[in-house]
């Protein structure tokens, strides 16, 4: 497979968000305004590479060699957590402002299956460390767009004469419903 194709399904083919239903509780619970959807998506875009990175070279030098496979969950949830800790202080100290914003969903990044996810899947596709660096961006940027897409649809659908039985999360889930199916569309799309 090549890398642009790799990158076109990771993101938009087979969305984490659409696609594969991972890492659906921040993409509900963030998405009410565009700039914090954009927060926490650069925030799983980092935490997704950097693991992705230190999941892959523990893996083949330290798990496989040792043949200790079976710590592999453990392992890759520890890296997760680690980095996610070190986003949480750097969002802190930098931007309280979008700190504050993400609220509980920041932590959460860590048990966000999402990241867990392409991690694992880095490995069980065998992928190439190149490969699996690919992987770790596209598919962090398909959680983006998803996410950034949905809030401009939520923020749209705020100030739109909704009934009041779909207001809030009923209409917000018929949206991320209606996405879904836009998105499926992209699954006849071969590179």
């Known amino acids: 497979m090549n890398l642009f194709s790799l990158f076109i399904t990771a993101s938009v083919v087979n969305n984490i968000i659409f696609s594969q239903f991972l890492g659906i509780c921040p993409f509900l619970g963030v998405s009410k305004k565009i700039d914090t959807a954009a927060g926490m998506g650069l925030a799983v875009i980092f935490v997704i590479v950097l693991s992705s990175l230190i999941t892959y070279l523990v ?9 200790i496979e079976y710590l592999q969950t453990i392992a ?12 949480e ?20 990044i860590t048990t966000n299956c999402a990241v867990l996810g392409v991690v694992l899947l880095n490995i069980q596709k065998d992928y190439t460390f190149i490969e699996s660096m690919v992987n770790a961006v596209a598919t962090p940027v398909g959680f983006l767009l998803a996410i950034v897409l949905f809030a401009g649809v939520r923020e749209k659908v705020d100030s739109a004469d909704v009934p009041e039985s779909l207001k809030g ?19 006849g799309l071969s590179i």
């Open 59 to 67: 893996q083949i030098f330290i798990l496989k060699p040792f043949e």
């Open 76 to 87: 890759f949830i520890l890296i997760i957590a680690a980095l996610v800790q070190f986003v």
């Open 89 to 108: 202080m750097f969002l802190k100290k930098s931007s309280p402002g979008l700190y504050k914003a993400l609220g509980i969903y920041l932590p959460l």
């Open 169 to 187: 999360s009923p209409i917000a889930l018929v949206a991320a419903g209606l996405m879904s199916i836009a998105f499926l569309g992209f699954s």
